[in-house]
């Protein structure tokens, strides 16, 4: 497939970012004349791209979207992932079940779905995820890894890790892994992430992984609901963030661990990169399991991705799935 002219434009711009393009050498490229090649340069300014331009050095990138550009995301990839297919969208009711529609429908997996808005996010047990301000990234990946249901016990945990891990690379910044899903600094959530599955003959036919992620405060600040316990990475950071270089470097990493995942290359990795971002390893908890509470100190996960809890008595429990918060001293 032919690649657009604007794309074009781009991927000679970004070849080397602090140089410059002549309009020369783009209409010689494009085969169009200068005054063609300016039209779409306008295009791209009506996207959010700013140019610097000069007298007989040409034009080069002065200032990239502040929002998602899907040209932008493509050509930062990798190469190994430019052949990746995903779309922005500018709302959805959720990005989670779109994916889960389209894997219905037969489209080649992987793939994944950004959304500017969601009108109906959600996460654990159903509830209600904040996803109307634009400063946040919402996505979805639809995978087709026909593996046993067994196989992917840990699925949601070593992935979560390593978004945690690239979070960390990427903004320089601190964060914690909250069993079993929640991206936590200093207690306070910048991110959650929500794994559903379609069995089929004993096999995960479709799995849709969902991540959303507080990348900026939002300009009109959080709603008062959740103000005193959501963060975005660029409060953290105190630098605001680029949206499409961590939705490139997330798109990576995410396409990466889930193939190791698959191969089962990650059994090497696991346990060490989650002891270094577990939250609650150590620490004093409540945990609410169906009608059950239960008070202990989290020794950490098993194997099978399970938490390890030793209550009051000394005896260390186990538990695939509840609600868990810290202890006050």
């Known amino acids: 497939m032919r690649e657009s002219t604007e794309k074009v434009i781009l991927s000679e711009m970004l070849i080397d970012e602090q140089g410059w393009v ?76 779109e994916v889960s529609r389209q894997l219905a429908s037969g489209r080649t997996a992987p793939f994944a779905l950004f959304a500017r808005r969601q009108t109906k996010g959600r996460g654990r047990f159903g509830r209600t995820w904040y996803s109307t301000s634009e400063t946040n990234i919402y996505v979805s990946f639809g995978f087709r890894p026909m593996l046993t249901p067994d196989r992917m016990q840990t699925f949601t945990l070593w992935m979560g890790v390593n978004i945690c891990d690239l979070i960390a690379k990427v903004t320089q910044t601190s964060p914690q892994i909250k069993w079993p899903n929640d991206l936590v600094f200093q207690g306070k959530k910048a991110g959650g992430i929500l794994t559903e599955a379609r069995v089929d003959a004993d096999q995960i036919r479709d799995l849709v992984f969902g991540l959303g992620i507080n990348v900026n405060k939002p300009s009109t600040g959080w709603p008062s609901d959740i103000a005193n316990r959501a963060v975005s990475l660029g409060e953290v950071a105190a630098v605001a963030v680029d949206f499409n270089r961590l939705a490139t470097a997330l798109s990576e990493r995410i396409l990466e661990s889930y193939a190791a995942f698959c191969d089962g290359t990650h059994l090497a990795t696991f346990a060490d990169l989650w002891n270094c971002y577990d939250m609650l390893r150590g620490k004093k908890v409540t945990l609410i399991e169906a009608d059950r509470q239960i008070m202990g100190m989290v020794l950490g996960i098993d194997d099978h991705g399970a938490l390890l809890l030793r209550d009051s008595g000394g005896k260390t429990q186990r538990f695939r799935a509840g609600e868990v918060t810290i202890k006050k001293d």
Do not use: C
């Open 22 to 97: 002549s309009g020369t050498q783009l209409a010689t490229k494009l085969k169009l004349s200068r005054v063609a090649v300016w039209n779409h340069m306008e295009k791209l300014r009506a996207q959010g791209f700013e140019f610097e331009s000069r007298r007989s050095l040409g034009y080069r990138i002065k200032t990239k979207p502040q929002h998602l550009n899907a040209g932008l995301i493509q050509l930062s990839l990798k190469a190994k992932h430019r052949k990746f297919s995903f779309d922005i969208l500018d709302e959805i009711d959720s990005t989670n079940d």
